[in-house]
Structure formats: structure tokens, C-alpha cells
């Protein structure tokens, strides 16, 4: 079992930059593929960025390449998602995950959630 507890959001004005955290419970954590997601209002769920397990390797989605990058500290059980060049389009509520697979993308790829932290980015 994993808890997870975002936080660090908050109102950035367009331009700006924002770092979520995610501390996790448990002391695997390092065995879990970490993602972040963002759902606004009215739309899916959709998937921002992720870390693998054991390798560290990190992948993420095309809106937010160049922008967002995401870290892990397995000493501290803690994921990051650094968000720079904040546009009014990434206003999301975001979510940390943690999944048992290697690569996933898919909201159902993942075990475990946060309850989210809002950002809202002002034009």
C-alpha cells in the first residue's frame, strides 16, 4: 500500500514557473513508476509526465516537452514536477501515481493516487 500527498500548487502568472512535490508512504517506494497527471475542469484525466522505476528514465507528453521535467529522491520518497514556461492551458488540478509497470501513460496503468493540488496559471 502507497500513500501519496501532492503539494506546492498554487496561482503563477503566465510565463512563470511552479514545483509540485509528492511524498510517498511505504518503503518500496523506489520499485514504483511515478507519474503526474492534470485534469481540468470538464475534461479526462490526462497523463503529464513519468519516471521509471530502477532506471530513472523519464518520458512525457508531447504539450509539455521542453516545459515540465519530473525527478524522484528514493532516499526522501519523494517526486517532483518542475513546471516552467507555465501557460494558461496547464490550469489543472494535478495528480501524482505510482504503478507496478515499467512505462505507463494510462490513468488504468497506475495502482495508486494523491488527492491532487490545484494550479491555476493567469493570464
Known amino acids: 500500500q502507497v500513500q501519496l500527498v501532492e503539494s506546492g500548487g498554487g496561482v503563477v502568472q503566465a510565463g512563470g514557473s511552479l514545483r509540485l512535490s509528492c511524498a510517498a508512504s511505504?518503503?518500496?517506494?523506489?520499485?514504483?513508476?511515478m507519474g503526474w497527471f492534470r485534469q481540468a475542469p470538464g475534461k479526462e484525466r490526462e497523463f503529464v509526465v513519468g519516471?521509471?522505476?530502477?532506471?530513472?528514465?523519464?518520458y512525457s507528453a508531447d504539450s509539455v516537452k521542453g516545459r515540465f521535467s519530473i525527478s524522484r529522491d528514493n532516499a526522501e520518497n519523494t517526486v517532483y514536477l518542475q513546471m516552467n514556461s507555465l501557460k494558461p492551458e496547464d490550469t489543472a488540478v494535478y495528480y501524482c501515481?505510482?504503478?507496478?509497470?515499467?512505462?505507463?501513460?494510462?490513468?488504468?496503468?497506475?495502482?495508486?493516487w494523491g488527492q491532487g493540488t490545484q494550479v491555476t496559471v493567469s493570464s
Open positions: 501515481a505510482a504503478s507496478t509497470r515499467y512505462i505507463a501513460t494510462k490513468p488504468y496503468d497506475y495502482d495508486y
Open positions: 519516471i521509471r522505476r530502477s532506471t530513472g528514465g523519464t
Open positions: 511505504g518503503r518500496t517506494f523506489s520499485s514504483y513508476t
